[in-house]
């Protein structure tokens, strides 16, 4: 849903609950759920505020982009490259700190866009 929100795609999401192939946004990530330590899991919010910072600084220019994109789309045609770049770069980096907040992963995510 964030990705056409963020005008990554024309496709609006499927009503489905599984996989589909057609719609061309995907996640795949696999819990683990043996091995986990009630500490490292207290911790992880903490380990977290790092990336809540950088990540709510660059939704803000995310969001600045998207404005700038949307009106150079109404005469374009189409999101510019550097901003679908950026934003779904933000995207990708906030997907992997949420499914790390979230218990989904047990690597701590990378500062890094790509």
Known sequence: MQAYIYLLTGKYPPFAMGPDAGYPVRFWGEAKLDGRSRLTVFFRLFMVIPHAIILYILQIVANFLLFI?????????????FIHDFVSGYLRWNTRVGAYMLLLTDEYPPFSMS
């Open 69 to 81: 994109g949307w009106v150079v789309g109404i005469f374009i045609g189409r999101l510019p490259a």
